[in-house]
């Protein structure tokens, strides 16, 4: 059955929408928030951590996935408005190993921009079993086209990127996420790598065939697992509180003691224009077309998805931002509809 046959019928909110999402097995589980400055206009969650497993419950943690990297972009603006880096330094001013290489004169701008040249989608993972075999592997990852000229999503950018801020700032990633981004905004259960505490909390993501298991309380990125669980590009859980108060912290436009208003107005305004796609500083705009933020968002709008199910969106205009968590991993990378779902799950959201 197709997606759009499965989620057929009217839903009057986005709890009927996920509440069909659900059935349909396109996830097990979800928890979403739409709201304002204010704090959230409408909450839920639907369905269990696997597809036999427990209740979602507003503690659960979600592999955040990809939407780890604009909160990794936000800790490097921490350190551009603290003066610890700039936009244009390279990635061989900032680790040295890399000079000579493919990716040593690319700029900082650049791997926020994705226009770095380098490509996506690689599963180094494969031939790269070790952390130190994986990040020599990114320096002479050939590039796809000259860097500025266009845009490609790459998480091997990203990987970069956490390592130069790492290095500039002289702390562990986790360490700088934390002290630029999470202990500001009061993410208290967002972070890398989950105790075993904790892994009972966690949403099941894929039963992964590298790995032999449905993955749960681990991060489901396998470049990110090769890396030791903490990258820029993935790696992050956290609760649907946590990313409101994320999302409200964004809308809201900066406050004493974090980010500027005009630093977080610059990361959201798109920087590419005159590419194919629209990219901020770390953030994804509203494409012309295919955007997941759907048919109502407004144009100046701003977010980020992850492949595991997840999405923050921020519309400045509207006043208004939308979290959606999902596992639509679980049990397979390869259980179509998420698409669908976002569209239609914005669309309400906009209203």
């Known amino acids: 059955m197709s997606t759009v046959k499965a989620l057929a019928g009217i839903p009057a909110s986005e709890a009927a929408l996920l509440a069909a999402a659900r059935q349909a097995r396109i ?26 497993g427990p209740p979602v419950r507003p503690d659960t943690l979600w592999d955040l996935a990809s939407v780890t990297k604009p909160v990794v972009a936000l800790a490097a603006l921490w350190l551009v408005e603290r003066g610890g880096l700039a936009l244009s330094e ?9 000079r000579g290489g493919t990716s040593g004169d690319l700029t900082i701008e650049q791997l926020l921009t ?39 999503y790459s998480s091997a950018g990203f990987m970069l990127l956490g390592e130069i801020v790492a290095a500039a700032s002289g702390l562990p990633l986790e360490r700088l996420v934390a002290m630029a981004v999470t202990e500001p905004l009061g993410l ?17 993501t894929e039963d992964c065939p590298w790995r032999g298991r449905v993955v749960q309380g681990s991060v489901h990125d396998e470049n990110a697992e090769v890396l030791g669980g903490i990258a820029g590009h993935a790696g992050l859980f956290g609760t649907v509180g946590d990313m409101e108060r994320f999302a409200i912290a964004v809308l809201s436009g900066g406050s004493e003691g974090w980010l500027s208003a005009r630093t977080l107005a610059e990361a959201g305004r798109s920087r590419t224009d005159r590419l194919t796609l629209r990219r901020g500083l770390g953030w994804q705009g509203r494409d012309a077309s295919g955007s997941p933020a759907g048919d109502l968002f407004s144009p100046d709008s701003f977010g980020h998805t992850g492949f595991t199910g997840t999405s923050v969106w921020i519309d400045p205009t509207l006043g208004r931002y939308a979290v959606l968590l999902t596992n639509r991993v679980h049990p397979s990378r390869d259980t179509p509809g998420i698409e669908t779902v976002r569209w239609r799950f914005h669309n309400l959201a906009a209203r």
């Open 27 to 52: 996830f097990s589980g979800a928890a979403w928030s739409v709201g304002t400055v204010d704090g959230p206009l409408r909450r839920g969650s639907v369905g269990t951590l696997s597809l036999d």
């Open 90 to 98: 390279t990635v061989g001013d900032h680790l040295p190993e890399y």
């Open 114 to 152: 994705h226009t770095s040249g380098l490509p996506g989608r690689q599963p180094l993972y494969r031939q790269h079993t070790d952390r130190a075999s994986l990040l020599a592997a990114l320096r002479t990852l050939p590039l796809r086209f000259a860097p500025g000229s266009a845009v490609e």
């Open 188 to 204: 208290r259960d967002t972070g890398f790598r989950p105790t075993p505490d904790q892994a009972g909390r966690c949403a099941a």
